[in-house]
């Protein structure tokens, strides 16, 4: 199945009577070689028609969702993004500089929520690559919804960001409060420059006397050094227990074993002990971080 | 006391922000060119930016006792649009020798990306050809790095030290501009880059010369009162009199007059507000009884 395949498949268990009529008409309209300026309007009307709320894929629309593009976060798309991105799909000649153009004047007059359906078909277009510094733009934002669409839930980044617009993304998660470990493919480009950013980022905020974000640590991976690890062992002693148990993972996955073992032994807190306990079973993923983040609802799909 | 806050984007703010600036003392301000919170698309955009930060809000400020002084130059940020961050440095020296025009700024890096580089190269470069101050942006992420980067190119340049003023610093990076010989800005933002307290200290430690402090008010939460705050605090503290005049006050002064642009002696007579002035046929005024020879309270 092709990413348009997904979604039109989903849209079609989740669009009433109406919705999928305006759907299939724009949809049929866009094939036959909409204009850029019709394009823009339809994207605009899909607003009007298709319902705002979560999509909620099922276990089986997840599992599809991932075999057609990995990375690809179903769950964290509502029926309207949906919506926009098949329509975005549904272009004649994509892969032209005809199908680019309509991309990028589609960008141009977004409002926030085309852009964030808009950075979200990226990663899903022919030549990806070419969309690099639109996604850029996202990354460059200051607007968390924006900057969410570009950098977290999606294989984007990972896959066509040059390192030093990786890093910055990685590391901007913490300054505009969006889930690092949401960003995905992380754990399979950390390095040592990602891990030195972080830590002077450290000290910066201790000479502020502000606390550290749990999900800086996330950064080290195996690259914390001695550093690294010193700042690692503060944290146990002085942090709260989200500080401790974040720190208590970036402990696992910088391999210090026996260090992470002497802090579950002075640890009272569960919540903190489970998730060291968990760490030196070996699960430090970024995705563990999620355990911390206080906004972090589990998805429970639709069966 | 008197103050000036010469970081404050004031389009932002509205005319009781003015007032309670009049109020708290405030004399003057630099609105230095930043982005608008998303980018600009368009040449246009920025030429009419150009043109309201020159002329609209100048005399807004002075329809409340406030002169208002500005820097002209391409940001960071949006230097990572190359297209047309080409278009807008060509039309940049049409504004950068306006009245009122303080400095080359706020440039330097965000991302520092060989965009911003290009971007901010070109513009020490001009600054430097036309004996101009710079006014420098230091980036939120790996910002010691951007701002030794951003002395280290400005010094292959060949600007003056004296002539680069270097924002938002903090603990990790004031040394390094110190040492450099430039002047090192503090921004008083509620919430992140650096707060009153934390400001007592350094100029404790450090002492006031080439330091200086701004609010950087703009559209997102902080203060336009940051400066007068600042020095109340300091005193408060024990930070001697004649060291808070010099970072809330004289060391800006110092800094920016290099330009020319500032009439040092008029700023220190009491400005008198009149309210019937118009610009372009406009006025600040929605139907209120104009103030009139009022002098600014102090």
């Known amino acids: ?303 | 006391m008197r103050f000036f806050d010469p970081h404050i984007h004031m389009i932002s703010r509205t005319t009781d922000d003015y007032e309670a600036m009049a109020r708290a003392g405030i004399r003057a301000v630099i609105e230095p060119a930043f982005w608008i919170g998303q980018p600009r698309t368009t040449l246009g955009a920025f030429v009419d930016y150009f043109s309201q930060i020159l002329g609209w809000e100048r005399f807004r400020a002075s329809q409340f006792g406030i002169a208002h002084y500005c820097c002209i130059g391409l940001n960071s940020k949006e230097a990572n649009n190359e297209a047309l961050a080409r278009e807008v440095l060509e039309i940049l020296p049409r504004f950068a020798f306006k009245e009122g025009v303080v400095a080359i700024g706020e440039i330097g890096y965000d991302e520092i990306s060989a965009a911003e580089e290009r971007a901010y190269v070109w513009q020490l470069e001009f600054a430097r050809k036309h004996d101009m101050v710079v006014m420098v942006h230091s980036p939120h992420r790996d910002k010691k790095r951007g701002i030794q980067r951003s002395i280290a190119v400005a010094r292959e340049v060949g600007l003056p030290m004296e002539k680069l003023v270097v924002d938002h610093n903090n603990e990790e990076t004031v040394k390094d501009v110190l040492d450099a010989g430039a002047w090192a800005a503090f921004t008083i933002y509620p919430h992140t880059k650096m707060g009153s307290e934390r400001m007592c200290e350094i100029v404790k430690r450090y002492g006031p010369r080439q330091i200086i402090v701004d609010s950087s008010a703009d559209w997102g939460v902080s203060d336009p009162l940051g400066v007068p705050k600042t020095a109340k605090l300091m005193l408060e503290r024990g930070v001697p009199p004649e060291h808070v005049e010099q970072t809330t006050w004289s060391n800006a002064l110092a800094a920016y007059s290099q330009s020319g642009q500032i009439d040092v002696e008029a700023l220190l007579t009491t400005p008198v507000i009149d309210q019937r002035a118009l610009f372009s046929d406009n006025s600040v005024l929605r139907g209120q009884a104009p103030r009139v020879d009022a002098p600014v309270p102090n």
Not at chain 1, 9 to 33: H, M, N, T
Not at chain 1, 36 to 59: H, K, N
Not at chain 1, 76 to 85: K, P, Y
Request: proline fraction near 5%; charge should be neutral.
């Open chain 1, 1 to 303: 199945m092709s990413s348009l395949d997904v979604c039109l498949s989903a849209l079609d268990a989740r669009l009433d009577a109406r919705q999928q009529d305006w759907f299939q008409r724009a949809r049929a309209e866009v094939r036959q070689g909409a204009d850029d300026d019709r394009f823009c309007q339809l994207l605009s009307q899909a607003s009007r028609y298709a319902p705002r709320g979560a999509l909620a894929p099922s276990e089986s629309e997840l599992s599809a969702a991932r075999a057609a593009l990995e990375g690809w976060s179903l769950e964290r798309w509502s029926v309207l993004e949906c919506v926009r991105v098949a329509l975005v799909l549904s272009l004649e000649r994509l892969s032209e500089p005809r199908g680019e153009r309509a991309v990028e004047e589609a960008f141009r007059y977004a409002d926030i929520g085309e852009m964030c359906a808009l950075y979200k078909s990226l990663a899903h277009l022919p030549l990806p690559e070419r969309f690099v510094w639109r996604a850029g733009e996202g990354a460059r934002s200051s607007m968390r919804a924006l900057f969410e669409a570009a950098v977290c839930d999606t294989p984007f980044p990972a896959r066509y960001f040059d390192d030093n617009a990786w890093r910055q993304a990685v590391i901007k998660c913490l300054f505009i409060e969006a889930p690092m470990w949401r960003v995905w493919g992380l754990d399979s480009r950390l390095e040592p420059e990602l891990a030195r950013m972080a830590l002077d980022l450290v000290e910066e905020r201790r000479s502020a006397g502000r606390p550290i974000h749990p999900e800086l640590w996330i950064c080290l991976g195996r690259h914390a050094g001695a550093r690294g690890v010193a700042q690692l062992e503060r944290e146990i002693r002085e942090g709260s227990p989200r500080a401790r148990a974040g720190a208590g993972l970036a402990l696992a996955r910088a391999r210090e074993l026996d260090r992470l073992q002497t802090a579950l032994a002075s640890e009272s807190d569960p919540f903190v002990r489970q998730i060291l306990t968990e760490a030196l079973a070996g699960r430090a993923a970024s995705s563990s971080w999620s355990a911390l983040d206080p906004t972090h609802k589990p998805l429970t799909p639709v069966r």
